[in-house]
Structure formats: C-alpha cells, structure tokens
C-alpha cells in the first residue's frame, strides 16, 4: 500500500507559478513510477507529467510541456510538480497517482491515488 498526500494548491494569478508536492508513506515509494493528473469541473481526469522511480524519465502532455517540471525525492518520500506560466486552463483539482498499471504511464490506471489539491488561476 501507498498512501499519498498533495499539497501546495491554491490560488494563483495567470503567468504565475506553484510547486505541488506528494508526500508518499507505505509501500516503497522509491520503485514506484509517479504520476500527477488533473480534472477541471466537468470533464474527465487527464494526464498531465509522470516520472520513472530514478527520475531518469519523465512523461508530459502537450499542453504543460515547458511550462511545468515533474520531479522526485526519494529520500523524503516525495514528488513534486512545478508549474510555471500557469493560465486559466490550468485551473483543476491535481491529484497524485503510484504505481502505473501500464507503461507508458499516461493513463489513469494507477493503483493508489491522492485526495487532490486545487489549483485555481484567476486574475
């Protein structure tokens, strides 16, 4: 078991930036492939960066390529997303996802997921 813990939402002007954090307990977190998602109000769940247990790969969807960067601490037990030229689209509930069913790990058939944070980009 992985038990998963987001934080760093919130509120943010367009342009701006945040840093979201996982904090992982349980199950061995550093052999777990990483995942972050995001579901905006009335559409589905989507992939949005994953990462390899090494950190030496990562995964992101077109639309926060360059903008946001998936990263990890294993010796804190955590992931992280920054994200950076946040825009109004950007705005979701983020969740963090371990343990990818399938690889490449852009679906959303992990086996344990967060509660999620909210990101909200608004002038």
């Known amino acids: 078991q992985v038990q998963l813990v987001e934080s760093g939402g919130g509120p943010v002007q367009p342009g701006g930036s945040l840093r979201l954090s996982c904090a992982a307990s349980?199950?061995?977190?550093?052999?777990?492939?990483m995942g972050w998602f995001r579901q905006a109000p009335g559409k589905e769940r989507e992939f949005v960066a994953a990462i390899s247990w090494n950190g030496r790969y990562t995964y992101y969807a077109d639309s926060v390529k360059g903008r946001f960067a998936i990263s990890r601490d294993n010796a804190k037990n955590t992931a992280y997303l920054q994200m950076n030229s946040l825009q109004p689209e950007d705005t979701a509930v983020y969740f963090c996802a371990a343990d990818p069913s399938t690889l490449p790990p852009i679906r959303s058939n992990y086996n344990y997921w967060g509660q999620g944070t909210q990101v909200t980009v608004s002038s």
């Open positions: 349980g199950r061995t977190f550093r052999d777990s492939v």
